[in-house]
Protein backbone atom coordinates (compact mmCIF):
# COMPACT_ATOMS: atom_id res chain seq x y z
CA UNK A 1 0.00 0.00 0.00
CA UNK A 2 2.96 1.81 0.37
CA UNK A 3 2.98 2.29 -3.62
CA UNK A 4 -0.48 4.02 -3.44
CA UNK A 5 0.51 6.91 -0.74
CA UNK A 6 3.42 9.23 -2.24
CA UNK A 7 5.59 10.69 0.59
CA UNK A 8 4.92 14.52 1.65
CA UNK A 9 8.74 15.61 -0.38
CA UNK A 10 7.46 13.80 -3.47
CA UNK A 11 4.39 15.14 -2.81
CA UNK A 12 5.69 18.73 -2.56
CA UNK A 13 8.19 18.17 -6.07
CA UNK A 14 5.03 16.85 -7.69
CA UNK A 15 3.06 19.87 -6.67
CA UNK A 16 5.78 22.59 -7.37
CA UNK A 17 6.22 21.22 -10.65
CA UNK A 18 2.68 20.50 -11.83
CA UNK A 19 2.48 24.75 -10.73
CA UNK A 20 4.96 25.46 -12.58
CA UNK A 21 3.85 23.54 -15.72
CA UNK A 22 0.39 24.91 -14.73
CA UNK A 23 1.53 28.97 -14.69
CA UNK A 24 3.69 27.99 -17.94
CA UNK A 25 0.48 26.57 -19.67
CA UNK A 26 -1.41 29.34 -18.28
CA UNK A 27 0.77 32.30 -19.66
CA UNK A 28 1.62 30.48 -22.94
CA UNK A 29 -0.67 27.60 -24.09
CA UNK A 30 -3.95 28.26 -22.42
CA UNK A 31 -4.35 31.69 -24.37
CA UNK A 32 -3.54 30.22 -27.53
CA UNK A 33 -5.51 27.16 -26.72
CA UNK A 34 -8.39 29.30 -25.92
CA UNK A 35 -7.60 31.60 -28.99
CA UNK A 36 -8.35 28.99 -30.80
CA UNK A 37 -11.07 27.25 -29.37
CA UNK A 38 -12.90 31.00 -29.44
CA UNK A 39 -11.88 31.30 -33.09
CA UNK A 40 -13.02 27.39 -34.05
CA UNK A 41 -16.33 28.21 -31.82
CA UNK A 42 -16.67 31.80 -34.17
CA UNK A 43 -15.88 29.48 -36.96
CA UNK A 44 -18.60 27.21 -36.38
CA UNK A 45 -21.34 29.71 -35.27
CA UNK A 46 -20.62 31.81 -38.64
CA UNK A 47 -21.27 28.43 -40.30
CA UNK A 48 -24.37 27.73 -38.84
CA UNK A 49 -25.60 31.50 -39.77
CA UNK A 50 -23.85 31.19 -43.41
CA UNK A 51 -26.25 27.41 -43.48
CA UNK A 52 -29.27 29.39 -41.72
CA UNK A 53 -29.08 32.20 -44.69
CA UNK A 54 -27.77 29.48 -47.41
CA UNK A 55 -31.43 27.58 -46.41
CA UNK A 56 -33.35 31.10 -46.45
CA UNK A 57 -32.03 32.24 -49.55
CA UNK A 58 -32.89 28.92 -51.28
CA UNK A 59 -36.45 28.85 -49.40
CA UNK A 60 -36.81 32.36 -51.37
CA UNK A 61 -35.30 30.97 -54.41
CA UNK A 62 -37.83 28.08 -54.74
CA UNK A 63 -40.91 30.84 -53.60
CA UNK A 64 -39.37 32.76 -56.58
CA UNK A 65 -39.28 30.05 -59.37
CA UNK A 66 -42.61 29.00 -58.02
CA UNK A 67 -44.30 32.25 -58.00
CA UNK A 68 -42.33 32.71 -62.13
CA UNK A 69 -44.16 29.09 -62.40
CA UNK A 70 -47.07 30.64 -61.48
CA UNK A 71 -47.04 33.24 -63.59
CA UNK A 72 -45.79 31.65 -66.49
CA UNK A 73 -48.61 28.82 -66.53
CA UNK A 74 -51.01 31.90 -66.35
CA UNK A 75 -49.39 34.13 -68.95
CA UNK A 76 -50.00 30.64 -71.38
CA UNK A 77 -53.20 30.06 -70.28
CA UNK A 78 -54.15 33.96 -71.20
CA UNK A 79 -52.00 33.34 -74.44
CA UNK A 80 -53.61 30.35 -75.47
CA UNK A 81 -57.24 31.84 -74.53
CA UNK A 82 -56.01 35.35 -76.49
CA UNK A 83 -54.96 33.16 -79.43
CA UNK A 84 -58.21 30.69 -79.50
CA UNK A 85 -59.90 34.39 -79.49
CA UNK A 86 -58.33 35.47 -82.71
CA UNK A 87 -58.71 32.02 -84.28
CA UNK A 88 -62.15 31.82 -83.77
CA UNK A 89 -62.58 35.55 -84.98
CA UNK A 90 -60.48 34.87 -88.36
CA UNK A 91 -62.22 31.68 -88.87
CA UNK A 92 -65.66 34.22 -88.10
CA UNK A 93 -64.34 36.64 -90.49
CA UNK A 94 -63.18 33.64 -93.30
CA UNK A 95 -66.86 32.19 -93.26
CA UNK A 96 -68.28 36.06 -93.08
CA UNK A 97 -65.89 36.73 -96.32
CA UNK A 98 -66.88 33.32 -98.22
CA UNK A 99 -70.38 34.02 -97.53
CA UNK A 100 -70.36 37.34 -98.91
CA UNK A 101 -68.04 36.67 -101.90
CA UNK A 102 -70.90 33.62 -102.27
CA UNK A 103 -73.37 35.76 -102.39
CA UNK A 104 -71.64 38.37 -104.63
CA UNK A 105 -70.94 35.32 -106.88
CA UNK A 106 -74.60 34.32 -106.82
CA UNK A 107 -75.80 37.69 -107.83
CA UNK A 108 -74.31 37.41 -110.73
CA UNK A 109 -74.51 34.43 -111.92
CA UNK A 110 -78.12 35.19 -111.45
CA UNK A 111 -77.65 38.27 -114.19
CA UNK A 112 -75.93 36.60 -116.61
CA UNK A 113 -78.92 34.25 -116.29
CA UNK A 114 -81.43 36.60 -116.75
CA UNK A 115 -79.37 38.74 -119.47
CA UNK A 116 -79.08 35.38 -121.08
CA UNK A 117 -83.02 34.52 -120.55
CA UNK A 118 -83.70 37.85 -122.11
CA UNK A 119 -81.63 37.01 -125.20
CA UNK A 120 -83.35 33.83 -125.66
CA UNK A 121 -86.79 35.26 -125.33
CA UNK A 122 -85.81 38.35 -127.64
CA UNK A 123 -83.94 35.94 -130.41
CA UNK A 124 -87.29 33.45 -129.84
CA UNK A 125 -89.34 36.85 -130.48
CA UNK A 126 -87.51 37.41 -133.31
CA UNK A 127 -87.67 33.99 -135.03
CA UNK A 128 -91.60 34.08 -134.24
CA UNK A 129 -91.84 37.09 -135.38
CA UNK A 130 -90.06 36.10 -139.12
CA UNK A 131 -92.37 32.81 -138.71
CA UNK A 132 -95.34 34.92 -139.03
CA UNK A 133 -93.95 37.35 -141.78
CA UNK A 134 -93.15 34.55 -143.56
CA UNK A 135 -96.54 32.77 -143.32
CA UNK A 136 -98.68 36.26 -144.09
CA UNK A 137 -96.64 36.74 -146.75
CA UNK A 138 -97.22 33.44 -148.48
CA UNK A 139 -100.63 33.32 -147.03
CA UNK A 140 -101.21 36.84 -149.06
CA UNK A 141 -99.56 35.55 -152.07
CA UNK A 142 -101.94 32.35 -152.29
CA UNK A 143 -105.38 34.52 -151.48
CA UNK A 144 -107.21 31.51 -150.81
CA UNK A 145 -110.58 32.49 -150.51
CA UNK A 146 -112.05 28.87 -148.20
CA UNK A 147 -111.32 29.22 -144.64
CA UNK A 148 -110.75 25.33 -144.95
CA UNK A 149 -108.17 25.84 -146.73
CA UNK A 150 -106.37 28.43 -144.98
CA UNK A 151 -105.86 26.72 -141.60
CA UNK A 152 -104.78 23.72 -143.78
CA UNK A 153 -102.30 25.76 -145.27
CA UNK A 154 -101.19 27.55 -142.47
CA UNK A 155 -100.70 24.38 -140.09
CA UNK A 156 -98.86 22.56 -143.01
CA UNK A 157 -96.78 25.93 -143.26
CA UNK A 158 -95.86 26.07 -139.46
CA UNK A 159 -95.18 22.11 -139.74
CA UNK A 160 -92.36 23.00 -142.34
CA UNK A 161 -91.14 25.83 -140.50
CA UNK A 162 -90.86 24.07 -137.14
CA UNK A 163 -88.77 21.39 -139.61
CA UNK A 164 -87.08 23.48 -141.13
CA UNK A 165 -85.40 25.39 -138.18
CA UNK A 166 -85.19 22.35 -136.09
CA UNK A 167 -83.04 20.86 -138.79
CA UNK A 168 -81.06 24.01 -139.08
CA UNK A 169 -79.91 23.96 -135.40
CA UNK A 170 -79.11 20.20 -135.15
CA UNK A 171 -76.49 20.85 -138.18
CA UNK A 172 -74.99 23.35 -136.56
CA UNK A 173 -74.87 21.00 -133.07
Not at 80 to 108: D, F
Request: with cysteine; charged share 30%.
Amino acid sequence: MQLLLPEAGLLFWMLLSFSIVFLILKKYAFPFILKKEEDRREFIEQSLRNAQEANEKLENIRKQASEILHNAQTQRKELLSKTQKECEEILLNAKENAERASAEYMQEVKALFSEERKKVIQELQGEITSYVVVLTEQLLKKQLSNQEEQRNLIGKMIREQSFEKFNSRSNFN
